[in-house]
């Protein structure tokens, strides 16, 4: 069964604007990554976050984890255009990663 | 992208025929997986292996069978291809149970 889902599933932003997406989970965890996936491509690795860490930040990223409220979020700040892309939230549990459904994202230039 | 690639990258089968697809990497990781992404699904685990001739179903095993004969192939074998295993289909590699995956680039099956 699906362990993360991303709230908004879609959403569409300004050139330099932020991008804040959810992610909720059921089960406790071992750490929660983020994948970015471009059209037609593989899913590339953003950030992992471990269940005892509360925030990373990554360039232009940062990730939040609340394991009381079994959620996390990701926020990208002053977005461009080839941030375009849909974003995967993924938890590590039960010896498995699990994908949540995926929040697309356009950045209009 | 990281030293993994798919074979074939496209592929159009007909019902009842045997389908295998290779994943090859050559960053010596101990674990391999196979994923399949379809709309509204995101990517689903399918089987996965933690090393040579070490392998575990995953949540949508039923109708593959994976095979895993040396550390750099992975392959994965629908028997007798059906409709609903038409997808995408994506191999990953990590070098531990708990770290990142990287990706291939994703094989597009089609089962008419």
């Known amino acids: 069964s699906q362990q993360g889902e991303e709230d908004p599933q879609a959403l569409s932003i300004q050139e330099g604007e932020n991008a804040t997406m959810n992610c909720s989970y059921k089960?406790?965890?071992?750490?929660l990554q983020w994948y970015r996936q471009n059209s037609g491509r593989g899913l590339v690795h953003l950030i992992l976050?471990?269940?005892?860490?509360r925030e990373k930040h990554s360039g232009r990223l940062r990730v939040t984890l609340d394991t009381s409220k079994k959620s996390s979020s990701l926020l990208i700040t002053a977005s461009r255009a080839a941030d375009t892309a849909s974003y995967f939230c993924?938890?590590?549990?039960?010896?498995?990663?699990?994908f949540g459904k995926g929040n697309q994202v356009v950045v209009i230039p | 992208d990281a030293g993994i690639t798919q074979s074939p990258r496209h592929k159009v089968t007909e019902t009842g025929t045997p389908v295998t697809l290779r994943c090859h990497q050559t960053?010596?990781?101990?674990?391999m997986y196979w994923y399949r992404q379809d709309p509204g699904h995101g990517l689903r685990l399918i089987h996965y292996?933690?090393?040579?001739?070490?392998?575990d179903k995953g949540e949508v095993s039923d109708g593959y069978s994976v095979s895993r004969s040396k550390t750099e192939d992975f392959l994965l074998t629908l028997e007798s291809a059906t409709s609903s295993q038409t997808s995408v289909y994506f191999c990953?590699?990590?070098?531990?149970?708990?770290?990142?995956?990287?990706f291939g680039p994703g094989t597009r099956l089609t089962v008419l």
């Open positions: 976050i471990r269940s005892n860490e």
């Open positions: 993924a938890t590590f549990g039960n010896n498995r990663l699990a």
């Open positions: 990953a590699i990590a070098s531990g149970s708990t770290d990142t995956q990287y």
């Open positions: 089960t406790s965890i071992n750490n």
């Open positions: 960053e010596n990781h101990r674990y």
């Open positions: 292996s933690y090393g040579v001739k070490d392998t």
